[in-house]
T-cell receptor
Framework: SQELEQSPQSLIVQEGKNLTINCTSS?????LYWYKQKYGEGLIFLMM?????EEKSHEKITAKLDEKKQQSSLHITASQPSHAGIYLC???????????FGGGTRVLVKP | GAVVSQHPSRVICKSGTSVKIECRSLDFQATTMFWYRQFPKQSLMLMAT?????????EQGVEKDKFLINHASLTLSTLTVTSAHPEDSSFYIC??????????????FGPGTRLTVL
């Protein structure tokens, strides 16, 4: 099975500061998804990466996939309280959109 | 983005009863839907793949007779937890891939159903 490790497990940042979350796979990632979840709620799709070296941005969030397609990072610039939540990376399980998820990173933004 | 609904959002039941959870794709038809389970403070774990017109496929360790899946139409999949026990208490989330289930498509998740078995 494809293991996904996220780091850190949790972090607290001051509002306005940047933060980075990493997602590392033991195998080549064929499709990498980033989601945000508030506790007890569904997942909000953030980004999907497929190609080595790919980088995508939306508003203040940037996600990258390394050339080897085994590591991805999610970077939030000038964090705001609205960025608080649990961030999950998910990898396509080799075929057909079955996703394996990392353990999640709990983000708290202090005003 | 596509909208996926789940019903109910929250259910409490007695041990031994069965509970049905619905997942609906409101924006497009889906031949494939996925069911995940999330225990408190843990990540999502894929339970099964719901296939329209054929049997669901279950992940290793998931009892197919306990978690009955019916893909009734191209927009509806149901998960029935039979003879529920307290250890089945969890957050159940469905997802719908765009693009008809081909590779690397965006996946849309429902809002989840929190099941509590007393």
């Amino acid at each position: 099975s494809q293991e996904l490790e996220q780091s850190p497990q949790s972090l607290i940042v001051q509002e306005g500061k940047n933060l980075t979350i990493n997602c590392t796979s033991s195998k080549t990632l064929y499709g990498l998804y980033w989601y945000k979840q508030k506790y007890g709620e569904g997942l909000i799709f953030l980004m999907m990466l497929q190609k080595g070296g790919e980088e995508k941005s939306h508003e203040k969030i940037t996600a990258k996939l390394d050339e080897k397609k085994q590591q991805s990072s999610l970077h939030i610039t000038a964090s705001q309280p609205s960025h608080a939540g649990i961030y999950l990376c998910g990898a396509d399980k080799a075929a057909g959109n079955k996703l394996t998820f990392g353990g999640g990173t709990r983000v708290l933004v202090k005003p | 983005g596509a909208v996926v609904s789940q019903h109910p959002s929250r259910v409490i039941c007695k041990s031994g009863t069965s509970v049905k959870i619905e997942c609906r794709s409101l924006d497009f038809q889906a031949t494939t839907m996925f069911w995940y389970r999330q225990f408190p403070k843990q990540s999502l774990m894929l339970m099964a793949t719901s296939n329209e017109g054929s049997k669901a496929t279950y992940e290793q360790g998931v009892e197919k007779d306990k978690f009955l899946i019916n893909h009734a139409s191209l927009t509806l999949s149901t998960l029935t937890v039979t003879s529920a026990h307290p250890e089945d208490s969890s957050f159940y989330i469905c997802s719908v891939p765009s693009g008809g289930g081909t590779f690397y498509n965006e996946q849309f998740f429902g809002p989840g159903t929190r099941l509590t078995v007393l």
